[in-house]
DNA sequence: TAGATTGTTAATCGATTAACAATC
DNA sequence: TAGATTGTTAATCGATTAACAATC
């Protein structure tokens, strides 16, 4: 018998939720309904509902949801009442853009140090953020107390490195290479690909005939 | 009666599929079984069978997938045998790293132009493309031709410009701001949010206890 | 009370897995 | 032929939707 476990979908959106509420706080609204919610994030109303269910009941029927209730709760269910140190391993053009997006930072994840293997780059600094050789991985790491680490080498590099995270100690990855890892089962591992989107829209604008295809992913 | 139209969830394998067979190509690799490319991209053969199931049939039992032919079939598939000229709005920390990222180029996205209000950045050039004014949308998107738009401005933002984009003329749009859009149903819309990868990072490691949660997504 | 909105259930829909006959 | 691997079917699993009783 399964534990009523949160579906991977559901925290997906729980995410979305909670920057909802950050800015619902944020302009002085106390209370939101689920169709307000899911107005503001794109979703049907019944899907916040159902979202919430898995994690707890605090709506008032009739009324709706008291918005700093609901927002510090879910931050707490995501994990986010304390901030994430994070670090980035590959230089390149996008792990430099990563480095420097801000929005990371905003939420929580905080970026403690860059790595590369070009000396070229190792000992200057990207928005502040020092570039060491990846020899220093953990070394810094454990100086850092980085626990979560974003990998954005090329793919045929991405398992090397992934194992001297985890050798190092490192408890989540989120990988841009477009390469499957393998890491013990206690490492946490997720994966994002910016190409896959596109070519997503690619596929659906070239398939011009098909109007009952829905338009949005 | 439904035509059977390719999953969501197939056509962004699909795409993995693809750079997969692209590289196992320059390898000079000629056949592969879905046994093969199931470990290269990280899911499971049966999956791949029938995700292939849906585009046609072009495998040789016992034998397995020319990997030319198939290769090609996909990037057709997917529509990808001619580039997609694009255009990113917002030339923050997030438009800027995309601006810069190679791997948009790689399999076709070209950045023709970006994009911002901040008079500052209007005229100078990142990775040698172009920053214009918000005011010459239209005009540069026509002089340009593009079709697809990447959105990185703030969420309060994102709205008025896909009204612009969509008047401009552009068919598909990939939006990073953390928003819902609204767009006409002949225009493309897909979602990317950076944060959400990290933040179903940051559940899944502050779940502790939870041994039993799978450790992909 | 009447109106509003939640929380939950059951029905539907879609995606994945496993198994195997077909066939190279 | 024997061995290998596809393409497809049926079974399972998971996610979404719709409806509504509960209740503020």
């Known amino acids: 018998m399964r534990m009523k476990e949160i579906p991977q979908a559901t925290v ?3 995410s979305l939720y909670s920057r909802f509420l950050a800015q619902a706080q944020k302009n002085g609204i106390t209370t ?3 169709e307000e919610i899911a107005r503001g994030v794109g979703v049907s109303a019944a899907m916040v509902r159902k ?8 709506g008032i029927r009739g009324v709706g949801y008291n918005v700093r209730e609901l927002h510090r ?3 707490k269910i995501l994990g986010l009442t304390a901030p994430w140190p994070t670090i980035i391993v590959g230089a390149g053009k996008l792990g430099s853009a990563l480095a420097a997006y801000d929005g990371f930072r905003e939420r929580g994840f905080q970026i403690r140090a860059i ?4 000396p070229e780059k190792v000992g200057h600094k990207l928005n502040g953020i ?3 050789s990846l020899d220093r991985l953990s070394e810094i790491i454990k100086a850092t107390k980085a626990s979560i680490a974003i990998i954005c080498v090329p793919a045929n590099r991405a398992q090397s490195v992934a194992d001297d995270l985890v050798r190092a100690g490192i408890r989540g990855i989120l990988n841009f290479a477009p390469s499957p ?5 206690e490492v946490v591992l997720c994966h994002a690909d910016l190409l896959m989107n596109l070519e997503l829209l690619s596929f659906r604008l070239s ?6 295809q829905t338009n949005a992913c």
Chains 1, 2 share one sequence.
Do not use: H, Q
């Open 181 to 185: 890892l393998v890491v013990p089962p």
């Open 115 to 118: 790595f590369d293997i070009d």
């Open 32 to 34: 939101v309904s689920s």
């Open 207 to 212: 398939l011009g005939r098909k109007a009952f």
């Open 130 to 132: 020092e570039i060491y």
């Open 73 to 75: 709760y879910l931050l």
């Open 12 to 14: 997906a959106r729980l």
């Open 51 to 58: 979202d919430l269910s898995f994690v707890g009941t605090f």
